[in-house]
């Protein structure tokens, strides 16, 4: 997710975010009837930092900002995972971050485990050359822990490719040579990948697709409400709109719009860029923040923080599929309502795995020293993206069990297996 990815917050936040994603694992967990040893060995974090990260302001003044990396898992390669920065940033929902993004790389069969980081601060409230030396200290403080073997960073909320390029400069600058595979979503000009900026909104268009054709619904028509119209959301909206569906809402931290006949999306996006917010478009009508995930539509697309879909919205959710774009946008609570309502979630662990996907060609490419077109990156995507939405509804139906279930199975699986293999080293 980029810069202006939204803040939304929900009325019904878990006690603890990373406790929420075992409870998802759990779920799966015991259906596979493996050792507990072994699932224990799957869910517990390897390595957990807490970074205090001293920062000279422009004022002259020195700051302290609380920074983080976890690195959940290294059994199926490197680890794998974006930073943010955020107010709201603590320990243990990166920790619940880096563990969805091990899952996530198994679903989709790629070979990282996953890693998340992020600093507490609100960077909009910060200049870029503050911006620029938080980076700088974070990175050079992990410097012994991340690398093109080791753990890859990405963007996240409210980093960007210019983060990125921060950190691979300090990295390289350390290491005496110049290192692109240090990090994924770098500006192209220095090895970034072409279709990484739209990999995670593509994917949610991919996962819309074959949900369509799994439930047999026409895509041309289907109507769609789209909460966090940031980089994911927007490039959803953009090209679902394009397949012919109807975007009816949108919104982000600032508010919300609403059209039934259809919002204009070409001239919503270039709103945005103008105005950095969806509120005041002219094409549709304000409509309350609260209210937008539970209007009348055939898919809803949460595609901002986690745990805004909660026990006190699910039953008021009139959306027939959900297609998480947002990492952890469902509590289990709301997770077991919707299931008994019949309602089709497509789980972030699945549906917002494009990112990652492209972020794995980067590394590939920075690698060989060799890029692709984006024709050849987006049909690659594709691919997997359809090839991950048949292996998870497959086991689903399989174990009569809900897609949620299914990908944690999967990835669950993966990891299992792998273990295995390589055993454990004492």
């Not at 799957?42 to 390595?47: N, T, V």
């Not at 860029?273 to 995930?293: C, Y």
């Not at 539970?294 to 901002?304: E, F, G, H, N, W």
């Not at 709301?334 to 008994?340: H, S």
């Amino acid at each position: 997710m980029g810069v202006s990815e939204m803040a939304m917050k929900s009325t019904d936040i878990p006690v603890s975010t990373f406790q929420s994603a075992m409870r998802q694992f759990d779920d799966a967990a015991k259906l596979l009837k493996l050792d507990p040893g072994l699932l224990d060995v799957i869910k517990k974090p390897r390595r957990s930092i807490i970074l205090e990260l001293p920062v000279k302001m422009d004022n002259g003044s020195l700051r302290i900002f609380t920074g983080y990396r976890v690195q959940h898992s290294v059994i199926r390669g490197p680890a794998k995972g974006g930073i943010r920065y955020h107010p709201g940033v603590t320990l243990d929902e990166v920790k619940a971050l880096a563990a969805w993004m091990t899952f996530k790389c198994a679903v989709v069969g790629i070979p990282f485990g996953g890693a998340k980081g992020g600093v507490t601060c609100d960077p909009h409230k910060m200049s870029k050359s503050e911006l620029e030396r938080l980076t700088r200290r974070y990175t050079a403080e992990l410097m012994d822990v991340i690398g093109p073997d080791r753990d890859v960073p990405a963007p996240d909320v409210n980093t960007d490719q210019q983060t990125m390029a921060w950190v691979m400069d300090t990295y390289s600058m350390h290491e005496r040579r110049t290192e692109t595979a240090v990090v994924t979503g770098k500006p192209v000009a220095m090895g970034g990948s072409l279709g990484r900026r739209e990999a995670t909104g593509r994917g949610v268009q991919f996962c819309v697709r074959a949900m369509a054709r799994h439930l047999r619904l026409p895509l041309k028509g289907l109507s769609i409400v789209v909460q966090g119209f940031g980089n994911v959301g927007s490039v959803a909206a953009d090209l679902l709109a394009k397949d012919g569906c109807t975007i009816t809402a949108a919104g982000d931290v600032n508010g919300a719009i609403y059209n039934k006949n259809g919002l204009a999306i070409p001239a919503l996006l270039e709103h945005m860029s103008r105005k950095g917010t969806v509120v005041g478009f002219k094409g549709g009508k304000p409509v309350a923040l609260d209210q937008l995930l539970l209007l009348d539509c055939d898919v809803l697309i949460p595609a901002a923080l986690e745990n805004v879909i909660t026990r006190k919205n699910a039953a008021k959710i009139k959306a027939q599929i959900i297609a998480e774009g947002a990492n952890g946008p469902t509590t289990p609570e709301a997770d077991a309502i919707l299931n008994k309502r019949g309602v089709y979630v497509i789980p972030d662990i699945l549906c917002n795995a494009g990112g990652v996907t492209v972020s794995y060609f980067e590394w590939v490419q920075d690698r060989m020293g060799y890029f692709w077109d984006e024709d050849e990156i987006n049909h690659r995507l594709e691919v997997i993206m359809n090839r991950s939405f048949h292996d998870v509804s497959q086991l689903a139906t399989e174990y009569n069990a809900s897609l949620r279930v299914a990908a944690f199975m999967l990835a669950i699986q993966r990891v299992s297996e792998v273990i295995q293999f390589r055993g454990l080293y004492a």
